[in-house]
């Protein structure tokens, strides 16, 4: 009410200035030449100077008042608009419930229109397009409602969701990042972006994200443990990588950062034997890498190095070496398996049987066994039928006669040893399979 007295005020007072100077124009002209010099009548410049002052003060006060009615015409009208939007928008959620999928969006859409900042609508809208796997969509109004709301961490949330369906990995690298540097502490965002790295080979990208989570973790934790062995697989592929492009010194000091996180690491052992350029330093490696972690993959690859380096002397070496492993690991039943394998080969025939029945003691008895106790029934009194027996009792593993691997985390088969698991993604899981193995 004060305004529109001040705006009505303010008009009567233009108003009648205006009337007086109109009454006579030629005298108010003259009179106001002379009011306003120096010698002039001095009462008569007050009078102007009142009737200038009261005419700014009206036009002032007029002002004032015209543009507080304005804006409370339109907070009547956003207010009108919200009270509409909200109305629109609880029919969308009904019509959600029925399944009324286009109504729900040309409802949600309607709701945008009048109210931008509606930030109900604009989740659910983004939620439903997710559902539908319409991610492009998603996009779509995400990029709007960001560009209203920059600062809302939900918009930034579900723009990930919405990439990573899409499968655009430039930006949602762009993505991962910018949350990163505004929540520097999530680990679930760090653990996301060194994902997305290794997905696409950015090993030495996904090593500095670990390093950055392994700093912020108590020491002991899981969570330690866990960023320690993923600085550890990061820095074992950025190694592998450096190795097959030639580059055998940066390959030497990333596969040193690998042994300082995980003295444990089988792939690391390997492909350090593969990088020596002798023989003798390679079953070095190979040796040390067993010692470290017992793993069938060791003994496997000694013999092929043992074999190639000194053909002459390698079966007594070999026989030694297996004969120290099984006097310090006798636990480890693939390896005395190998043993006894290695000596059918060898036609070793009475060692053999003794392993053999070192194995049935220990409780070995799959498909590996069968497979072992034919040889010997074959080989030894030429027992044709036991030998038959043995076999049929391992049949339907496979095609060839050789040990299957398996992934201790998931148990997926494999024909060969893998430093990874295809499908667990598990490193250094795989070992020979006591179930499962295979025929010619």
Not at 134 to 146: G, N, T, Y
Not at 280 to 286: I, P, R, T
Not at 387 to 392: Q, R
Not at 395 to 401: I, K, M, T
């Amino acid at each position: 009410m004060i305004y529109r007295i001040m705006f009505f005020g303010g008009l009567l007072a233009v108003l009648g200035v205006a009337y007086l100077v109109n009454m006579n124009t030629t005298e108010t002209t003259v009179a106001l030449t002379e009011g306003l010099k120096v010698n002039g009548t001095m009462p008569f410049f007050l009078l102007i100077a009142v009737a200038v002052g009261g005419f700014g003060s009206g036009i002032f006060f007029s002002m004032l008042a015209l543009k507080k009615q304005v804006s409370d015409l339109a907070r009547q009208l956003k207010e009108k608009r919200k009270a509409v939007a909200q109305e629109t928008l609880r029919e969308g959620i009904e019509a959600g419930f029925k399944g009324d999928t286009k109504k729900v969006v040309a409802c949600l859409n309607k709701v945008l229109k009048l109210d931008k900042g509606n930030m109900e609508a604009t989740l659910a809208l983004i939620r439903f397009h997710l559902r539908e796997r319409q991610s492009e969509q998603a996009l779509a109004v995400l990029d709007a409602a960001i560009k209203y709301s920059p600062e809302d961490p939900r918009l930034q949330w579900y723009r990930i969701q919405a990439l990573k369906v899409i499968d655009d990995p430039l930006r949602m690298t762009n993505q991962l990042l910018l949350m990163k540097s505004r929540y520097p502490r999530n680990r679930a965002l760090m653990k996301m972006l060194v994902e997305q790295f290794g997905s696409r080979g950015y090993w030495r990208e996904a090593l500095e994200v670990w390093q950055e989570i392994s700093k912020g973790e108590a020491k002991g934790s899981e969570e330690k443990k866990q960023a320690i062995a993923g600085i550890a697989n990061c820095a074992y592929e950025l190694a592998r990588r450096q190795w097959l492009a030639g580059n055998r010194e940066h390959a030497a000091v990333s596969l040193k950062l690998v042994f300082e996180n995980d003295k444990e690491h089988i792939a690391a052992y390997l492909l350090k034997a593969e990088m020596e350029e002798k023989p003798g330093d390679a079953l070095s490696a190979l040796r040390s890498g067993f010692w470290k972690k017992p793993n069938s993959v060791f003994l496997l690859e000694m013999e092929k190095v043992q074999a190639a380096d000194d053909p002459e002397n390698s079966v007594a070496r070999i026989f030694k070496f297996y004969r120290k492993v099984l006097s310090r690991n006798p636990e480890y039943r693939p390896a005395r398996w190998l043993y006894a394998r290695f000596c059918l080969e060898n036609q070793k025939i009475e060692e053999a049987e003794v392993a053999a029945k070192r194995l049935r003691e220990s409780g070995f008895n799959g498909p590996l066994f069968e497979v072992l106790a034919g040889e010997l029934a074959c080989r030894k009194e030429h027992r044709l039928e036991e030998a038959l027996d043995h076999f049929k009792k391992a049949l339907g593993c496979a095609e060839r006669l050789e040990p299957v691997f398996a992934c201790a985390e998931c148990d997926r088969l494999a024909p060969d040893w893998k430093y990874r698991c295809p499908h667990c993604g598990s490193y250094n899981s795989y070992d020979i399979s006591e179930r499962v193995c295979s025929f010619v």
